[in-house]
């Protein structure tokens, strides 16, 4: 069984907590005339942190399990390892697209975080072994979609990538650029601090003062899945 250590899962865990809060707000706008402010200030700035820890411990994640298997498992089956599970994380994905895209009158998410998280670790196998150079790399391709966000055009298929037509709205938009570039940051800290799949530095055993946390984060995946509907359910319930 592989370790995991409990400082990423409780890192997972606060990051669910801060996503639930924040599409609790984002939910009050959408079905009531309640209205916040999340396009900048401190719940925009909650909704980005939640996103960033998420994503950068993806690549965190994908180091350490590859420091596991990378002598167990030729280079073929590796990579067969990898586009599954992306393959099955981005059905998800499509799943919510196709939820959204019936049983809502806008918003439909054509790729959102589950999308990006499964191209992204179709994709991630050529980055693995990187360290200095994800951080190079990461960085440029942040930079890159940043400036891409300025820029429209009038066809959706590089969606993608970070150009959208100029009226397009979704509910959950996560293209490779910029993010892909925060996956390729946290390979490089999995590869700073766990390299090899072992922890690097000390740190102070507080597993039992954090356990909530980490039982959050060992089921972020599902907790993802379900909480929007339940929120809805709620805000239905309440109206």
Do not use: C
């Not at 002598?71 to 990898?82: A, E, G, S, V």
């Not at 196709?98 to 589950?114: E, P, R, S």
């Not at 009226?167 to 996560?174: A, G, I, M, N, P």
């Amino acid at each position: 069984m592989q370790e995991r250590f409990y400082e990423i899962d409780a890192l997972r865990g606060i990051a669910i907590i801060f996503m639930i809060f924040y599409h609790t707000l984002y939910d009050l706008n959408y079905f009531t005339y309640i209205n916040f402010n999340l396009w900048s200030g401190p719940f925009w700035f909650i909704g980005r942190t939640s996103a960033t820890i998420f994503i950068l411990l993806v690549g965190i994640s994908l180091t350490i399990s590859f420091s596991k298997i990378r002598n167990k498992y030729n280079k073929t089956k590796i990579l067969q390892k990898y586009i599954l599970r992306g393959a099955k994380i981005f059905s998800l994905g499509l799943m919510i697209t196709a939820m959204t895209y019936l049983f809502l009158d806008k918003g439909t998410i054509y790729f959102g975080i589950l999308h990006f998280i499964g191209l992204s670790i179709i994709i991630i196998y050529p980055f693995l072994k990187l360290k200095n150079a994800n951080l190079i790399l990461g960085s440029a391709i942040i930079a890159t979609g940043l400036y891409l966000k300025t820029f429209t055009i009038n066809i959706p298929y590089f969606l993608f990538l970070g150009l959208r037509p100029e009226s397009f709205y979704t509910l959950d938009y996560f293209p490779l650029l910029p993010w892909f570039g925060i996956i390729l940051i946290g390979i490089y800290f999995g590869h700073t601090f766990y390299p090899d799949g072992k922890r690097k530095i000390k740190i102070p055993k507080i597993q039992k003062y954090v356990k909530p946390l980490t039982t959050l984060g060992q089921k972020s995946l599902i907790i993802y899945i379900i909480h929007q509907p339940i929120l809805i359910f709620i805000i239905y319930i309440l109206l």
